[in-house]
């Protein structure tokens, strides 16, 4: 059974920084394209970045562009988002999801982590 673990999460202060990881295990890591969503309480899960199997296209909400970075390491089958200068709005639960499709649309992913919660303080 694939599995998806995020890691990370925590509360900053606005302005602030974090990182957080997604280690994958039991999938061939390498054929999957790599997203990262969000969901706030009382609202949707929404895409914040994508990186494709190779790592050469990356995709972000307009929202985050210029302050979060995907990334990913296939050789340590794990992906990464770094986020930068946070804002309030950025607080919610973060999840990594693996899919065979370069896309926004969540329902185009397999497999999804446990979620790992960010809060950002003003």
């Known amino acids: 059974q694939a599995q998806l673990v995020e890691s990370g999460g925590g509360l900053v202060q606005a302005g602030g920084s974090l990182g957080l990881s997604c280690a994958a295990s039991q999938l061939t890591f390498s054929v999957y394209s790599m997203g990262w969503f969000r969901q706030a309480p009382g609202k949707e899960r929404e895409f914040v970045a994508g990186?494709?199997?190779?790592?050469?296209?990356?995709d972000y909400l307009d929202s985050v562009k210029g302050r979060f970075t995907i990334s990913r390491d296939n050789a340590k089958n794990t992906v990464y988002l770094r986020m930068n200068r946070l804002k309030p709005e950025d607080t919610a639960v973060y999840y990594c999801a693996a899919g065979l499709t370069f896309t926004k649309r969540s329902k185009d992913y397999y497999y999804w982590g446990q979620g790992t919660q960010v809060t950002v303080s003003s």
């Open positions: 990186i494709s199997r190779s790592g050469d296209t990356t």
